[in-house]
């Protein structure tokens, strides 16, 4: 008999980092109790990685922007297969979102007026970025924290959940272990929301933390939610590549922002050679032309290095491929060569990206105020997540709420940078607020003893096989290097049918994967349970990609590398089978109302 | 190029104390402290315990003692130690442990609420923002680039040494509260409060806490001595306290 403590909530937020909190907060002050659970300390949580900024149409640097551009932005970006009402009510409530973190505390960089000073960014016609230099996550982050902490909530600090408890087809609690001492805990809820994040702990190259397990999306669909757009994954195109132990961190766009240029080992712009014909009217003819846009001159037009990530991506990944590489194998990303336009461009840079001054500097011991850095695409996020109702988050599972990045349908086939710190305020905050509302809703529910005495026996399963069990740590990296050689960048059928072969193997290996020792702080047995959610995701992600047979934003098919209109009309959905097994559908979009319709055209030219 | 190095790792028994356990390993270049424990980790010691995040120098989770320096583990390079000897690798010890490499920090999360919050004054325009200027934010975003790795109260003799905890708030927070103090529209005052609960006056500048800052805050000259001087003003100045008489 598994003995465990419990305990109780209206409203249980699963994952601290922006959209968690933001939930936990629009929860906590509607006055329902609210508990926080988070698997890393508060405040530690993968948004710290953010740097460019949340993009909100305010309008401070150029008053041409509103609602209706960044609306038009975001479904082009996300190539029109985007759950429409999101992307409005994203753009409509953006603005609102960012200004109300000023009020709890947020210092942003600041316009010559005194307003949020707005940067530019890929895919976002205007300036739209409210930012902190390079570190926007931090500055949110560590916002929401300071102010949910007041607002009255519990949190529960490195907890990771291992089951979601159903009763009659509602979320009615969690299953959660102490990973300090590893012990069991319920957490009963009325209504619980899922902030889980990403999945980039999938690939063997990618941007995310250790956290990035895909626990939301997969805890979701063991319960029998619906998910939708895996095929959809960000390769964001601008990844540290040396020196090998940092692979995958990050570069901010802002870097090309700020008229970062990438060339190849020929000293060309390869960007320049290779624009899609929907994004010519609005990018530069030259090089004179980006760098004046860069500065804020706005006559000017975007230069190539700020098309949308999942291009931007397959040029570096072609150049690269052609053997026109850096010697590390990515691509030079040069900021250094703006002394040639700016007096002081030295002290200029690290002012405006700090960060990535200390990124590099420590990491790879280059200054890049003085060389290019070398670049290469890193998996960076993913599109797809939990299906929910676009204006209250639940999902399809009742009392089942989520936000952010294990959620899905704003982003459609492709994320502009800046829209995900939008997205965790905005729809964060939505969460919050209708799990509140359907707490007060509905009662208490029944807890099965039953399945929490069985979530708890699976979970020490890795215990009971002990040292002649499988090594976890392999298990998962042997994954990540399928994932990233047969569903990365460039997909075709053959590898991906592959890629779902060795995950059969995978899912066999990790029903035998063992660990010895105390349970407590047991980083083996941590990532023996990371892997089931990270095995039902890849599969997830396998299979979607290959029924997705045309090339679309952040999927791209060698052996179907053309957009086909007919996709464009539906979404592609996995859920559990009855019989277990994973089951794909395809669903329609829901259809634009006219006046959308009018506003996409409108900003067509 | 591949290298044979030697690792002592602080390890917890079960009883509660610990010892250094040496494990000898292959590392390449380029590499930094923590890719050598998280090798170690998945090569010969699945249950060492090590508490990280980002690995990016930007969440501070993975705050240790190496070489007996306060140090981020992602951030070290291994060509900033000396592997000819063996590197010594142990937990913050003005934490209680909890197990190897992991200390329990939660002090800190308590003490900050004990800080009084942000508090806007009323806004400046009617859509209910506020106009500040960049030059008068910049000394606040230093403040806030701390990342919480909590470094500063490990190196702290205060907390470390004289464990003040209940009496102290530690570098750390007093940035936090030089932050709120120093923003342009915050109304809180928090003078009486760093003077009688958050014991300022404990902080003889030594500096310990600005040299270990991966974020290279200046801890001391920025946050510490102004609110030190905003306490002295408001208490010990003679002038204002004569005024204060005749209210």
Same mark, same amino acid.
């Given at each position: 008999?598994?003995?465990?403590?419990?305990?109780?909530?209206?409203?249980?937020?699963?994952?601290?980092?922006?959209?968690?909190?933001?939930?936990?907060?629009?929860?906590?002050?509607?006055?329902?109790?609210?508990?926080?659970?988070?698997?890393? $300390?508060?405040?530690?949580?993968?948004? =710290?990685? &953010?740097? @460019? !900024?949340?993009?909100? +149409?305010?309008?401070?640097?150029?008053?041409?922007?509103?609602?209706?551009?960044?609306?038009?932005?975001?479904?082009?970006?996300?190539?029109?297969?985007?759950?429409?009402?999101?992307?409005?009510?994203?753009?409509?409530?953006?603005?609102?979102?960012?200004?109300?973190?000023?009020?709890?505390?947020?210092?942003?960089?600041?316009?010559?007026?005194?307003?949020?000073?707005?940067?530019?960014?890929?895919?976002?016609?205007?300036?739209?970025?409210?930012?902190?230099?390079?570190?926007?996550?931090?500055?949110?982050?560590?916002?929401?924290?300071?102010?949910?902490?007041?607002?009255?909530?519990?949190?529960?600090?490195?907890?990771?959940?291992?089951?979601?408890?159903?009763?009659?087809?509602?979320?009615?609690?969690?299953?959660?272990?102490?990973?300090?001492?590893?012990?069991?805990? $319920?957490?009963?809820?009325?209504?619980? =929301?899922? &902030?889980? @994040? !990403?999945?980039?702990? +999938?690939?063997?190259?990618?941007?995310?933390?250790?956290?990035?397990?895909?626990?939301?999306?997969?805890?979701?669909?063991?319960?029998?939610?619906?998910?939708?757009?895996?095929?959809?994954?960000?390769?964001?195109?601008?990844?540290?590549?040396?020196?090998?132990?940092?692979?995958?961190?990050?570069?901010?766009?802002?870097?090309?922002?700020?008229?970062?240029?990438?060339?190849?080992?020929?000293?060309?712009?390869?960007?320049?050679?290779?624009?899609?014909?929907?994004?010519?009217?609005?990018?530069?003819?030259?090089?004179?032309?980006?760098?004046?846009?860069?500065?804020?001159?706005?006559?000017?037009?975007?230069?190539?290095?700020?098309?949308?990530?999942?291009?931007?991506?397959?040029?570096?990944?072609?150049?690269?491929?052609?053997?026109?590489?850096?010697?590390?194998?990515?691509?030079?990303?040069?900021?250094?060569?703006?002394?040639?336009?700016?007096?002081?461009?030295? +002290?200029?840079?690290?002012?405006?990206?700090?960060?990535?001054?200390?990124?590099?500097?420590?990491?790879?011991?280059?200054?890049?105020?003085?060389?290019?850095?070398?670049?290469?695409?890193?998996?960076?996020?993913?599109?797809?997540?939990?299906?929910?109702?676009?204006?209250?988050?639940?999902?399809?599972?009742?009392?089942?709420?989520?936000?952010?990045?294990?959620?899905?349908?704003?982003?459609?086939?492709?994320?502009?940078?800046?829209?995900?710190?939008?997205?965790?305020?905005?729809?964060?905050?939505?969460?919050?607020?209708?799990?509140?509302?359907?707490?007060?809703?509905?009662?208490?529910?029944?807890?099965?003893?039953?399945?929490?005495?069985?979530?708890?026996?699976?979970?020490?399963?890795?215990?009971?096989?002990?040292?002649?069990?499988?090594?976890?740590?392999?298990?998962?990296?042997?994954?990540?290097?399928?994932?990233?050689?047969?569903?990365?960048?460039?997909?075709?059928?053959?590898?991906?049918?592959?890629?779902?072969?060795?995950?059969?193997?995978?899912?066999?290996?990790?029903?035998?994967?063992?660990?010895?020792?105390?349970?407590?702080?047991?980083?083996?047995?941590?990532?023996?349970?990371?892997?089931?959610?990270?095995?039902?995701?890849?599969?997830?992600?396998?299979?979607?990609?290959?029924?997705?047979?045309?090339?679309?934003?952040?999927?791209?098919?060698?052996?179907?590398?053309?957009?086909?209109?007919?996709?464009?009309?539906?979404?592609?959905?996995?859920?559990?089978?009855?019989?277990?097994?994973?089951?794909?559908?395809?669903?329609?979009?829901?259809?634009?109302?006219?006046?959308?319709?009018?506003?996409?055209?409108?900003?067509?030219? | 190029?591949?290298?044979?190095?030697?690792?002592?790792?602080?390890?917890?028994?079960?009883?509660?104390?610990?010892?250094?356990?040496?494990?000898?390993?292959?590392?390449?270049?380029?590499?930094?402290?923590?890719?050598?424990?998280?090798?170690?980790?998945?090569?010969?010691?699945?249950?060492?315990?090590?508490?990280?995040?980002?690995?990016?120098?930007?969440?501070?989770?993975?705050?240790?003692?190496?070489?007996?320096?306060?140090?981020?583990?992602?951030?070290?390079?291994?060509?900033?130690?000396?592997?000819?000897?063996?590197?010594?690798?142990?937990?913050?010890?003005?934490?209680?442990?909890?197990?190897?490499?992991?200390?329990?920090?939660?002090?800190?999360?308590?003490?900050?609420?004990?800080?009084?919050?942000?508090?806007?004054?009323?806004?400046?325009?009617?859509?209910?923002?506020?106009?500040?200027?960049?030059?008068?934010?910049?000394?606040?975003?230093?403040?806030?680039?701390?990342?919480?790795?909590?470094?500063?109260?490990?190196?702290?003799?205060?907390?470390?040494?004289?464990?003040?905890?209940?009496?102290?708030?530690?570098?750390?927070?007093?940035?936090?509260?030089?932050?709120?103090?120093?923003?342009?529209?915050?109304?809180?005052?928090?003078?009486?409060?760093?003077?009688?609960?958050?014991?300022?006056?404990?902080?003889?500048?030594?500096?310990?806490?600005?040299?270990?800052?991966?974020?290279?805050?200046?801890?001391?000259?920025?946050?510490?001595?102004?609110?030190?001087?905003?306490?002295?003003?408001?208490?010990?100045?003679?002038?204002?306290?004569?005024?204060?008489?005749?209210?």
């Amino acid at each position: 008999m598994a003995t465990y403590d419990t305990f109780t909530y209206d409203v249980l937020i699963v994952g601290a980092g922006g959209a968690g909190l933001r939930a936990a907060i629009e929860a906590a002050t509607s006055g329902v109790s609210v508990g926080l659970i988070c698997k890393s $300390l508060l405040g530690k949580a993968h948004t =710290v990685m &953010a740097e @460019g !900024g949340m993009a909100a +149409a305010m309008a401070h640097n150029d008053d041409r922007d509103s609602w209706r551009v960044h609306f038009a932005d975001t479904m082009r970006g996300g190539q029109y297969v985007n759950n429409w009402r999101m992307a409005e009510l994203h753009a409509k409530e953006a603005p609102d979102r960012v200004r109300e973190l000023e009020a709890w505390g947020a210092v942003f960089d600041r316009t010559p007026d005194g307003r949020i000073n707005q940067r530019n960014f890929g895919g976002h016609r205007y300036p739209r970025l409210a930012h902190v230099g390079d570190r926007t996550g931090l500055e949110l982050i560590r916002t929401l924290q300071d102010h949910a902490v007041y607002t009255g909530m519990t949190v529960h600090m490195e907890h990771t959940v291992v089951d979601l408890i159903l009763d009659g087809g509602r979320a009615v609690g969690v299953v959660a272990y102490d990973r300090e001492r590893g012990r069991f805990h $319920l957490f009963a809820a009325k209504a619980i =929301v899922l &902030a889980t @994040g !990403g999945i980039g702990r +999938a690939y063997r190259i990618t941007s995310n933390s250790w956290e990035g397990t895909g626990d939301g999306h997969a805890l979701a669909y063991r319960a029998g939610a619906e998910l939708i757009d895996m095929e959809f994954i960000q390769f964001h195109p601008t990844g540290m590549v040396w020196p090998p132990s940092v692979r995958g961190i990050l570069v901010t766009e802002g870097v090309r922002g700020e008229g970062g240029v990438l060339k190849n080992s020929e000293g060309r712009r390869f960007m320049f050679d290779d624009i899609p014909d929907n994004y010519k009217p609005q990018t530069a003819s030259d090089p004179e032309e980006g760098w004046r846009y860069t500065q804020g001159d706005k006559s000017a037009r975007r230069p190539p290095e700020l098309l949308t990530r999942d291009h931007v991506a397959r040029c570096i990944n072609r150049e690269v491929k052609a053997g026109r590489g850096s010697p590390h194998g990515g691509v030079f990303l040069d900021i250094a060569w703006i002394k040639e336009k700016i007096k002081d461009s030295e +002290a200029h840079i690290r002012r405006k990206l700090p960060s990535m001054y200390h990124q590099f500097k420590e990491l790879a011991d280059l200054d890049i105020t003085k060389e290019p850095m070398e670049v290469g695409p890193t998996t960076h996020y993913v599109m797809g997540g939990i299906r929910v109702d676009a204006d209250t988050q639940m999902s399809t599972i009742p009392g089942l709420f989520a936000a952010g990045e294990c959620a899905s349908g704003i982003n459609g086939a492709n994320r502009l940078g800046g829209n995900s710190l939008s997205d965790l305020i905005v729809f964060g905050k939505r969460a919050g607020e209708f799990a509140a509302k359907y707490a007060k809703e509905n009662g208490a529910a029944r807890i099965d003893d039953g399945a929490v005495t069985r979530a708890i026996q699976e979970a020490l399963a890795p215990f009971d096989r002990g040292a002649t069990g499988e090594n976890p740590y392999k298990v998962q990296s042997d994954l990540q290097d399928t994932m990233q050689a047969l569903v990365g960048i460039v997909r075709t059928e053959r590898e991906m049918q592959e890629a779902l072969t060795r995950i059969r193997g995978f899912k066999e290996r990790a029903s035998r994967v063992g660990v010895t020792g105390r349970r407590d702080y047991h980083s083996g047995w941590h990532t023996a349970l990371d892997l089931r959610n990270l095995l039902d995701v890849s599969e997830a992600v396998a299979r979607s990609a290959i029924d997705r047979k045309e090339s679309r934003g952040g999927h791209f098919r060698e052996d179907y590398p053309d957009k086909v209109a007919e996709f464009a009309t539906f979404n592609i959905m996995v859920k559990k089978g009855s019989a277990g097994a994973m089951q794909l559908a395809r669903v329609p979009l829901p259809p634009i109302p006219d006046h959308l319709k009018d506003v996409i055209e409108e900003q067509k030219s | 190029m591949a290298k044979s190095a030697t690792f002592k790792l602080w390890r917890t028994h079960p009883e509660g104390d610990g010892t250094f356990q040496t494990f000898h390993t292959e590392v390449t270049d380029g590499m930094v402290v923590l890719d050598v424990v998280h090798k170690i980790q998945a090569e010969q010691a699945p249950d060492l315990a090590v508490r990280w995040n980002c690995k990016a120098g930007k969440c501070g989770s993975c705050s240790a003692e190496i070489n007996g320096k306060p140090r981020l583990m992602c951030m070290t390079r291994l060509s900033q130690v000396n592997l000819l000897e063996p590197v010594t690798v142990e937990p913050m010890r003005a934490f209680p442990p909890v197990k190897d490499l992991v200390t329990d920090v939660s002090w800190n999360f308590r003490v900050k609420k004990a800080i009084t919050k942000f508090k806007p004054r009323a806004a400046d325009a009617k859509d209910g923002t506020w106009r500040m200027q960049q030059r008068d934010v910049d000394r606040v975003q230093e403040f806030r680039k701390c990342i919480e790795c909590f470094l500063c109260q490990d190196v702290c003799h205060v907390l470390r040494d004289h464990h003040k905890h209940e009496e102290f708030i530690g570098p750390r927070f007093f940035v936090y509260a030089a932050n709120l103090e120093m923003n342009p529209i915050d109304a809180g005052d928090r003078v009486p409060e760093l003077k009688e609960q958050h014991g300022i006056g404990y902080c003889n500048i030594t500096k310990c806490c600005t040299k270990v800052c991966p974020e290279h805050i200046h801890i001391t000259d920025n946050a510490i001595i102004p609110l030190k001087e905003r306490v002295v003003d408001r208490y010990f100045d003679p002038i204002t306290k004569l005024l204060r008489i005749f209210q």
